[in-house]
T-cell receptor, first 114, second 116 residues
Framework: EPEVTQTPSHQVTQMGQEVILRCVPI?????FYWYRQILGQKVEFLVS????????KSEIFDDQFSVERPDGSNFTLKIRSTKLEDSAMYFC????????????FGSGTRLTVV | AQKITQTQPGMFVQEKEAVTLDCTYD???????LFWYKQPSSGEMIFLIY??????QNATEGRYSLNFQKARKSANLVISASQLGDSAMYFC?????????????FGAGTRLFVKA
């Protein structure tokens, strides 16, 4: 069964450093998403991406965050200057279209900012 | 404003019994989708079931069914014949169209414990 692949599974970084979280969505999917989940809390929407541009973003997704689809397969989330409160599990998801199907989530990247 | 409400932070069920996890939602969009996801202790998010706002029938997927009551804006998940492996966090989610496209928002989740 097709999978969404995220790397790395765990990243530790120092406060103020830049991090790039990588995702390979399912190849024929059109919509891509980043979500985060602070430990023990709910899953929060960050951003959606379609047709090589951001289609929607939340208030969490401020100027410190950016997304890219640099080639036909990768979808990245960059945090420019990490803060302690950025520590969370970051999930990438993809979806075939605006239709009736749930998203396929990657297994997540646990980001720890120290 | 809270758009997805899951009022049960934790639920216990005996193995082989059925359990209902509650979810209410709020939207003014006539077209929306409702989802349930399972998150085991390993952390991954697993899609379980989907209900479209225009679907006439309640969605079913194996042991999962969605009790969709549109007028009450509720989308409860029913798990029949619970298994130990069903112990997990369950999230209700809603997809609605917004200014830039579609986004899906999640409820706070319900942790289900299945007892042997």
């Amino acid at each position: 069964e097709p999978e969404v692949t995220q790397t790395p599974s765990h990243q530790v970084t120092q406060m103020g450093q830049e991090v790039i979280l990588r995702c390979v969505p399912i190849s024929n999917h059109l919509y891509f998403y980043w979500y985060r989940q602070i430990l023990g809390q709910k899953v929060e929407f960050l951003v959606s991406f379609y047709n090589n541009e951001i289609s929607e973003k939340s208030e969490i997704f401020d100027d410190q965050f950016s997304v890219e689809r640099p080639d036909g397969s990768n979808f990245t989330l960059k945090i420019r200057s990490t803060k302690l409160e950025d520590s969370a599990m970051y999930f990438c998801a993809s979806n075939g279209g605006a239709g009736n199907y749930g998203y396929t989530f990657g297994s997540g990247t646990r980001l720890t900012v120290v | 404003a809270q758009k997805i409400t899951q009022t049960q932070p934790g639920m216990f069920v005996q193995e082989k019994e059925a359990v209902t996890l509650d979810c209410t939602y709020d939207t003014s969009d006539p077209s929306y989708g409702l989802f349930w996801y399972k998150q085991p202790s390993s952390g991954e998010m697993i899609f379980l079931i989907y209900q479209g706002s225009y679907d006439q029938q309640n969605a079913t997927e194996g042991r999962y069914s969605l009790n969709f009551q549109k007028a009450r804006k509720s989308a409860n998940l029913v798990i029949s014949a619970s298994q130990l492996g069903d112990s997990a966090m369950y999230f209700c989610a809603m997809r609605e169209e917004s200014t830039g496209g579609f986004k899906t928002i999640f409820g706070a989740g319900t942790r289900l414990f299945v007892k042997a």
